[in-house]
């Protein structure tokens, strides 16, 4: 039990009972009690008596109430068990969107908050900051369009951008193909996986179902014995989501379009500007240097890679035609086989050190040490006891999700935090990558008491069987770091208004926590106290911790080139030299093409298919979801981290 002290957190967690009824009733209610109050200011307020405190202080204290609910509303989309309930919280999304498109064009509003602004009243810096975003951001949603078929024409596009980036990300999640495969065909894939697909009746009888989730998807690519069943798993894999294909040249035809309207010569200029790089074109001189000096280190890595194949092929009698080519379905393959054979690192080995729950542990004690948080968890009686509906079942969304109160430590004071979720295993409808969601944001009320954050780590690690607890390779021990990283920066937020507070920063700047907090992953100490065997609870020993620090760098040229194709992929169809050429655009052909020209590794192009032989950016959330223009981001927070 928990330390009296911590037991009892002065705000109650937010309940999670919603009816698909309620999620769009509630996004309804939202928009009403903000639209009542930008009439009342309009109303009330003229230019000449603006300011602050009586035009953009009540809109930041609205933003702040709003944030509590809308941001839950349309969480639930991501991982909700119920169709309907992900359904309603897709349509609520929409209406809160729509509604938040039409606030931002309010002319009567834009002219108060310009009134206040002109005044050069002074404020505190957060304020101020506030002040001109607010300001800002009334400029770039449309109104430096004269009233008129421009102005209606980039509100319709808005309108139709937020209705495509739900649909996108709704498609990602909904996803649930799959490949039937022989055993003979998955051979070399790890017992632990095969054990948890799906076994096939009828027509299937004998085989098993891949899915492109990624405890079935990684291990498959990296240890599948047969070529073509690889081959067979990338492309269908780069295909899962086709109905993305044309929301995905739409929205980029439509920011296009939306861009040149308010006066940008293209959307990357759009995204750019507040941003810290500034220009399309500081961007891509950092893409272009960095291409320059990784593509050398990259083909060198490819030469070494392709040995390593062309042996395989001999010792295993294989046909060695195809040992000059280096495939995509080979990447994973053989980057895996590289580092057992020159490394001795077995990676089924190391992930035996590193159960999933004791490995959360690990992390949650390092971020005790580093930022002085305490972090109690919630289960039973104490669920119930926090819970403002007395039921303890309601302040999760799901069985599986762990929830911890978080506090400052003595040393700070005690205070409390914020709640920390961690939804971590996968299920059909749920968000299918690793992400960090904000469900709650912190500010300070007008009397100075704090409202706390609330955040939740979604995840996808493979499920524990019968037998064994789930096992986290430790490229996945670093990604669970990463995410938690966000987490933490989200619980350790201090601002006075929601808008900055935790990860609401320069989208370039976000990922700079998180990929600072990786190092921890691959110093020698900490990988130790995160580590325990999951039947001996032995610490790992230090051979092997040396071994898995020896290969930090191994192909990181190929990685970073694998990241720069996204980043000059999003830089390009981002700065079309005309609208003309942004319509014109082949995405699944320039997206394939790009690829093979910056990492130097051949795709099914180079066996006689087309160019548009898969359409990856259709399976890429990113793009449609906040990093557009913004991709870059990934590599120059290295930079700072």
């Known amino acids: 039990m928990a330390p009296s002290q911590y037991q009892k957190p002065p705000q109650a967690p937010p309940l999670f009972t919603a009816t698909t009824s309620s999620l769009v009733e509630d ?40 944030g509590l ?3 839950i509303i349309g969480f639930y989309q991501a991982v909700s068990s119920d169709q309907g309930l992900r359904d309603a ?100 894939v790890p017992e632990d996986t095969l054990a948890t697909l799906e076994k096939g009746t009828g027509a299937n009888e004998g085989k098993l179902r891949l899915s492109f989730k990624y405890p079935d998807l990684f291990p498959a690519l990296k240890f599948a014995l047969d070529p073509e069943t690889r081959k067979k798993i990338f492309i269908e894999n780069e295909n899962k989501c086709n109905q993305n294909v044309p929301l995905f040249k739409e929205a980029i035809i439509l920011r296009d379009e939306a861009a040149r309207l308010v006066g940008y010569p293209n959307h ?7 941003k810290m790089a500034k220009t399309p074109e500081t961007v ?32 295993r009698g294989l046909d060695t035609t195809d040992a000059e080519n280096y495939y995509l379905w080979d ?23 590193f159960p999933l729950q004791p490995t959360v542990e690990g992390m949650l004690g390092i971020f005790q040490e580093l930022f002085g948080f305490v972090f109690v968890e919630l289960v039973g009686e104490e669920r119930t006891k926090l819970s403002e509906s007395g039921k303890g079942e309601d302040i999760a969304w ?16 005690g205070a409390f935090v914020g709640y920390l979720y961690l939804d971590l295993h996968p299920r059909p409808g749920k968000y299918g990558h690793a992400a960090n969601f904000s469900l709650q944001p912190g500010f300070y009320y007008p009397n100075g008491t704090r409202r706390y954050p609330a955040t939740a780590l979604v995840c996808n690690f493979s499920k524990p069987t019968k037998s064994k607890p789930s096992l986290l390779k430790h490229d996945e021990v670093v990604t669970l770091f990463h995410e938690l990283g966000h987490g933490i920066h989200d619980l350790a937020g201090r601002t006075k208004y929601s808008r900055f507070h935790g990860t609401s920063v320069v989208r370039d700047f976000v990922e700079a926590p998180s990929q600072m907090l990786e190092n921890w992953c691959w110093t020698p100490s900490q990988l130790k106290s995160l580590s325990s065997h999951y039947v001996t609870g032995e610490k790992i020993p230090d051979d092997l911790i040396e071994k898995q620090i020896s290969v930090k760098h191994v192909n990181d040229a190929l990685f970073n080139l694998r990241q720069l194709h996204f980043g000059i992929f999003d830089m390009t169809v981002h700065t079309p030299k005309s609208h003309a050429e942004a319509e014109a ?37 990113h793009l449609i979801g906040g990093y557009d223009a913004g991709y870059y981001g990934y590599l120059s927070s290295q930079v700072y981290s």
């Open 331 to 353: 990447s994973r393959f053989y980057g895996r086989m590289m580092i057992e054979k020159e490394f001795s690192i077995d990676e089924s080995k190391i992930a035996e050190y």
């Open 27 to 66: 996004a309804k209610k939202l928009c009403e009690t903000s639209r009542t109050l930008l009439n009342k200011i309009a109303a009330e307020v003229t230019p000449e008596t603006a300011t602050f405190e009586n035009v953009v202080l009540p809109l930041a204290l609205d933003e702040n109430a709003g």
């Open 89 to 188: 919280s897709s349509k609520a999304e929409e209406i809160m969107d729509a509604f938040s498109i039409e606030a931002s064009m309010r002319e009567d509003i834009f002219k108060l908050v310009d009134a206040a602004f002109q005044k050069k009243a002074p404020l505190d810096p957060e304020s101020q900051r506030l002040l001109e975003k607010e300001r800002k951001s009334y400029i770039t949603n449309g109104l430096g369009i004269p009233a008129g078929p421009d102005r209606d024409r980039f509100k319709e596009i808005k309108m139709r951008l937020s209705q495509i980036q739900i649909e996108f990300q709704k498609n990602l999640n909904e996803e649930n193909g799959g490949i039937w495969f022989s055993h003979k065909q998955l051979e070399g």
């Open 284 to 315: 891509n001189e950092f893409l272009d240097d960095l291409r320059v000096q990784l593509t050398p280190g990259g083909a060198k890595e490819v030469a070494h890679l392709l040995e390593i194949k062309k042996e395989d092929l001999k010792s």
């Open 585 to 621: 655009f082949k995405l699944s052909e320039l997206y394939n093409d790009l690829r093979t020209q910056i990492a130097g590794i051949k795709g099914p192009e180079a066996l006689g298919l087309p160019s548009n032989w898969g359409s990856g950016q259709a399976t890429f959330g």
């Open 268 to 274: 990357a200029a759009f995204r750019i500007e507040d």
């Open 69 to 71: 609910e809308s941001r």
């Open 398 to 413: 799901h069985e599986d999700v762990k929830i911890f109160s978080v506090w400052d430590d003595e040393g700070e004071g």
